[in-house]
């Protein structure tokens, strides 16, 4: 960039600007000018000293105050017109970088493009400034991210309810092959979209007892005498729609001591006592746990989970009591509170002691209030992640919510026991207290008993919940279940991070897809265009490019864009089978080793993922992966026509590169394992092909598609259980299987490992006789279905209709269409027309 311009000159600069356009304007002089104003008076540098990530904060402070005065009237309008509001309560919001989207919601990334360059500077170079807020593990905090911004975009009035983590999801880096995992300080250069909101604080007990007292008018009430009070702040971040005036807000709460406490240790004189307690309760809100570690019932987890939902319902109540056209009975009326998994379904007792406690009310006007203001979303089947806590630990930190708690079952098993006489184990398998192995508190049935809707995340999900853990619960209720696909934004998955198709699609159909993504099938009529399919794949082929480049940037892997690139990213986990797809990466090396000459069609395998840091199989696929990517990469008789990368850090941000880079999409988990996936849904969005099993929303994605432009492989759900029950033996399926034992016999030999036969054991091991997701069992199927993939591929026009087919069906999976069946079947929250005066 030439002619920077020092100073704040306008072409009228002897008349004074309006103040008003330094907070509000929307053009690029008024962006300009808020520019400056924010470097001089909220950054406080001298101009020379001005590096890009100074224009990062002055232009996010600048973006937020643009977003203030809709922030305002969305709040009052809601309350002028008694609208019901959305709560979705979520451990987890993984964000992703924020300005590129709110330039894009408010319309101005011209604008702000412009002004930066009279400014001296790059768009894209200050946006890259930004440090990602990974408040969240994956799959399940990008879906409440997501939803943020279709309640936002569809003006439906919502509050995101979550943890301010001072350390977000680790950064992954890798160490000869090895994840290493990095604290990820994404405060340290403070944060300009959040706004503290020291005055909204709320007090939260954990631990002591319980006593019984008469009140005043003369009843038996219980009193919760804490062991210890932790104070809660609120930062509140604004959540703008796209192209409306509803902006609403994502309120996550921050651990403090409490000063009284404090101040009591300062007057005996104990000065470093006081600070400790600082420190104690400053711990709460420190770091996010890792999804997929082994070992559960950390005492800290359950303190998080219940400090944000305590606080979260106190702000909610606070709301209601300032109402004055409704009193706490008519909250069901006024607020819906979504439970984003079993993380928050403390909630359920917390509610119910706020209200009888508290409150006073009567427990069975406390529970009909708690059952039909609560919804519950369930994320996963497997039953190594469905929430327990130990009595004992339970008891020792919540001891008032354990009492309440086994009222509830008490009276839930009655129910029970009336509905099905003399089923004594239907009543043991329902219990809120589990009895197997020692007791525990069942969180799922918590939030299940206290919800009056429950529901999957695709459809396979939804049949399977109803037909296995949730059984009897579905035989009892069955008019509270109900199916809720996931989906992602448009605006974040395709319009920001795919510009190229973008610009594609507004020439061909009209920008109208951003908000109606059905709009999308109208590339049905051109997907026999020529002239359009070139274009298509130009855009493709600039994809990989930029990805190729990022790649050479960060692990100096360099990838040839004319290449198909097969990705996969998401979580490193055994029952999303990376392995799977690295056994056949292995058997097409092995099959150009033996024929230098074979006539290939070149690929380049992507992958990227973080690994729970105590998950002992994960960290050694990662390291798999990476001693294949070098064997490979470093071998001129493959690499002229296979290549493999593993991205370090997957994250949003790099998200934004790979999902619109990818040809092939691999979503190749064990059927009935991924509860829906929604990486598979970006990637379709992106005009990706999809290799994949019958599992979660892969199911619908290939209805969608048509079956023709899917590539299905493996065992189905019902066939995955009955090998199960009939006593899978991976043994059998590698005797039977030359090319498979040959495959796994070169990782044991030390081949990708500098010949070393012990790092890659206990992966081998496990396939080969324990194997719980039934690598062996699909891999003949994987790989017949790969060489239809290879065959496809050659004929690229073909294979561009089939691109092209499956962004164009790809309408369903927007977070616009999730939210609107949230809003009509759970919530029953409308749209509010949120407007501005001047
Ligand atoms: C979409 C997304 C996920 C979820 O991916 P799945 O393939 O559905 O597991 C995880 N992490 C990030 C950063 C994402 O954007």
């Not at 369930?378 to 327990?388: F, I, R, V, Y």
């Not at 806590?389 to 509830?408: G, K, N, T, V």
């Not at 081949?751 to 719980?772: A, I, K």
Request: hydrophobic share 40%; charged share 25%.
């Amino acid at each position: 960039m030439t002619d920077v311009v020092q100073g704040s000159e306008r072409p009228d600069s002897s008349a004074p600007a309006d103040p008003s356009h330094v907070r509000t304007g929307l053009d690029a002089e008024d962006l300009r000018e808020a520019i400056t104003d924010h470097l001089r008076y909220s950054i406080g540098r001298p101009a020379a000293a001005l590096r890009p990530e100074h224009y990062y904060r002055a232009l996010a402070l600048a973006v937020r105050d643009r977003m203030q005065d809709n922030r305002v009237a969305s709040t009052q309008t809601s309350l002028d017109l008694g609208k019901k509001v959305t709560c979705y309560l979520s451990a987890e919001f993984l964000m992703g970088p924020q300005l590129g989207n709110n330039l894009l919601n408010l319309g101005i990334e011209d604008a702000a493009g412009s002004a930066l360059a009279s400014l001296g500077q790059d768009l894209d170079e200050v946006l890259a400034c930004e440090p990602e807020p990974g408040l969240g593990n994956g799959g399940l905090g990008r879906l409440a991210a997501c939803y943020l911004d279709s309640l936002a975009t569809l003006e439906r009035p919502a509050i995101g309810y979550g943890i301010r983590y001072e350390f977000g999801i680790f950064r992954q880096e890798f160490s000869d092959g090895w994840q290493i995992e990095l604290t990820d300080n994404w405060l340290a250069n403070g944060n300009p979209w959040e706004i503290a909101k020291p005055d909204v604080n709320y007090l939260v007990n954990w631990g002591g007892h319980t006593e019984q007292y008469v009140d005043d008018s003369g009843a038996l009430r219980v009193r919760w005498l804490p062991r210890q009070v932790i104070k809660g702040v609120a930062y509140d971040t604004p959540i703008q729609g796209y192209g409306v005036h509803t902006c609403n807000v994502l309120t996550l709460w921050s651990a403090r001591a409490v000063e009284s406490f404090a101040l009591d240790a300062f007057n005996t004189g104990d000065y470093y006592r006081a600070v400790e307690s600082e420190v104690t309760s400053e711990t709460v809100t420190k770091v996010l746990y890792p999804n997929d570690e082994p070992e559960a019932g950390k005492r800290l987890r359950l303190l998080q989970q219940y400090f944000f939902v305590s606080c979260s319902l106190q702000h909610v109540v606070h709301i209601m009591d300032d109402l004055a056209d409704a009193s706490l009975v008519d909250l069901p009326e006024r607020f819906a509170l979504q439970l984003n998994d079993t993380h928050p379904s403390i909630g359920v007792a917390e509610l119910m002691r706020i209200l009888v406690d508290e409150r006073r009310l009567a427990w069975d006007e406390a529970w009909r209030i708690t059952v039909a203001t609560f919804g519950y979303t369930n994320h996963t089947l497997l039953p190594e992640a469905l929430e327990k806590w130990p009595l004992e630990l339970f008891r020792d930190s919540l001891p008032r919510h354990l009492e309440i708690i086994y009222e509830i079952n008490r009276r839930f098993l009655d129910e029970v026991r009336a509905h099905f006489p003399g089923d004594v184990d239907r009543v043991r398998r329902m219990s809120l207290i589990g009895e197997d192995g020692g007791k525990t508190v069942r969180m799922a049935h918590l939030a299940t008993v206290g919800s009056h809707a429950i529901n999957g995340v695709a459809a396979l999900h939804s049949d399977l919940l109803k037909a296995s853990v949730l059984k009897d619960f579905y035989e009892l209720w069955p008019e509270r279940f109900s199916n809720k696909t996931n989906g992602v934004t448009p605006r974040r998955f395709l319009a920001l991070s795919n510009p190229g198709l973008r610009g594609l699609l507004d020439r061909t159909i009209g920008d109208g897809w951003l908000t109606h993504l059905d709009r999308l099938r109208g590339l049905e009529d051109v997907v026999d265009d020529p002239d359009f399919r070139r274009e298509w794949r130009d855009i493709k082929r600039a994809n990989k490019f930029r990805l190729s480049n990022y790649l050479h940037a960060t692990i100096g892997v360099e990838l040839d864009p004319t290449w198909m690139f097969d990705i996969q990213v998401k979580r490193i986990h055994e029952y999303k089978r990376q392995h799977l797809s690295v056994l056949h990466i292995i058997r097409q090396y092995l099959r150009l080793k033996a024929d230098p000459g074979l006539e290939i069609a070149p690929r380049a395998y992507v992958f990227g993922g973080k690994a729970a840091p105590g998950y002992f199989m994960a960290k050694r696929i990662i390291k798999l992966i990476n001693a294949v990517a070098e064997t490979v990469n470093g071998d001129p008789e493959v690499n002229r026509a296979m290549k493999v990368a593993f991205v370090p850090n997957f994250n949003v941000q790099s998200a934004h590169l790979i999902y619109p880079a990818a040809n092939l999409s691999e979503q190749i988990s064990t059927a009935g394992k991924e509860a829906s996936g929604t990486g598979n849904m970006k990637f379709m969005l992106n005009g990706a092909v999809t290799i994949g099993t019958l599992d979660g929303a892969n199911v619908e994605i290939r209805d969608e598609a048509g079956p023709e432009n899917f590539f299905l492989f493996g065992l189905t759900e019902s066939e995955v259980e009955q090998l199960k029950r009939d006593g899978y033996r991976p043994e059998d399926y590698v005797a039977a299987n030359e090319e498979l034992r040959t495959v796994l016999d070169l990782i044991s030999s030390g081949q990708f490992s500098h010949g070393d036969t012990e790092v890659f054991r206990p992966l081998v091991d496990n396939l080969r006789h324990d194997d719980p997701f039934l690598v062996c069992a699909d891999y003949a199927s994987y790989v017949e279905c790969q060489d239809r993939v290879a065959a496809a591929w050659q004929d690229r026009d073909a294979w561009s209709r089939m691109s092209i087919l499956n962004t164009a069906r790809s309408g369903k999976f927007s977070s616009d269409r999730a939210i609107t069946e949230y809003c009509d079947d759970i919530w029953n929250v409308g749209p509010v027309t949120v407007t501005l005066q001047d």
